[in-house]
C-alpha cells in the first residue's frame, strides 16, 4: 500500500512540474539592469550580428549580470510570474538578452498561463537551436540562442494555431525593443 501511495504522489510531482517549472530559487531574480540599447559592457551583444559567439564561462560571468548568468549559462530557471515581460503587450522585437540576437516577434506572445512569457514561433529557423532535455525525470526539448547557445527555456507541442507550439521562455533572459514606427504612430495619436 505504501508503494502505490508513494507512486501516486511522484507521478502527481511530475506531471506538475512538466509545464516549465524547474531548479526555481526560493528568491525572485533581480531584473535584468543592463542597459538593454548599448550594452557597453559586453562586446558580444549585436542586434545585427549573425555569426556564432563562444566565450568561455569565466568571461560570460564578468559581463553578464548574475541573473542573466545563471538562467542562461546554468540553465536555471525564474520564478513563474517574476518577468515583467510576462504582462508586456507592446508590438515590438524580443532579443536575446545575452548577445542580442532577435528571436521572437510580439504578434507572435500568446497567453498561456504557464508564468513565463510564450511564443507560438521564433522569428527565424536559426535564431533558436533545440536540445533534448531529459533532467528531474521528464522529457523536453531545451531551447537556446542560435548565436551565442543560452538556455532560454523549453518547447512544448501545447500552443495555439499555425504551429501547435510554446515557447516558454525566461524573461530574464530576453531584451524586449519597441518596434520603432508603432511607437511613432502612437506618440503622433497622443498630439
Not at 96 to 103: I, M, Q, R, S, Y
Not at 132 to 139: K, L, Q, T, V
Request: contains cysteine.
Amino acid at each position: 500500500m505504501n508503494h502505490i501511495v508513494r507512486n501516486t504522489v511522484i507521478v502527481v510531482l511530475a506531471l506538475l512540474l512538466q509545464q516549465c517549472t524547474y531548479s526555481q530559487s526560493s528568491t525572485p531574480p533581480k531584473l535584468n539592469t543592463m542597459d538593454t540599447s548599448k550594452k557597453t559592457n559586453n562586446p558580444a551583444y549585436s542586434h545585427t550580428e549573425k555569426g556564432s559567439v563562444n566565450l568561455t564561462d569565466e568571461q560570460w560571468k564578468k559581463i553578464l549580470p548574475a541573473d542573466v548568468y545563471e538562467v542562461a549559462r546554468n540553465k536555471g530557471t525564474e520564478r513563474a510570474w517574476t518577468s515583467p515581460l510576462e504582462n508586456l503587450h507592446e508590438v515590438g522585437t524580443y532579443y536575446c538578452a545575452v548577445c542580442g540576437n532577435p528571436l521572437f516577434q510580439s504578434d507572435t506572445k500568446f497567453e498561456s498561463g504557464c508564468g513565463w512569457p510564450s511564443f507560438y514561433k521564433p522569428i527565424s529557423k536559426s535564431s533558436i537551436i533545440y536540445a533534448a532535455d531529459n533532467s528531474y525525470g521528464m522529457e523536453r526539448t531545451e531551447v537556446m540562442c542560435g548565436r551565442c547557445k543560452s538556455h532560454l527555456g523549453h518547447v512544448f507541442n501545447d500552443g495555439p494555431p499555425p504551429t501547435h507550439l510554446r515557447y516558454c521562455i525566461n524573461g530574464v533572459v530576453l531584451d524586449f525593443e519597441k518596434a520603432k514606427e508603432a511607437e511613432k504612430n502612437y506618440k503622433a495619436d497622443k498630439q
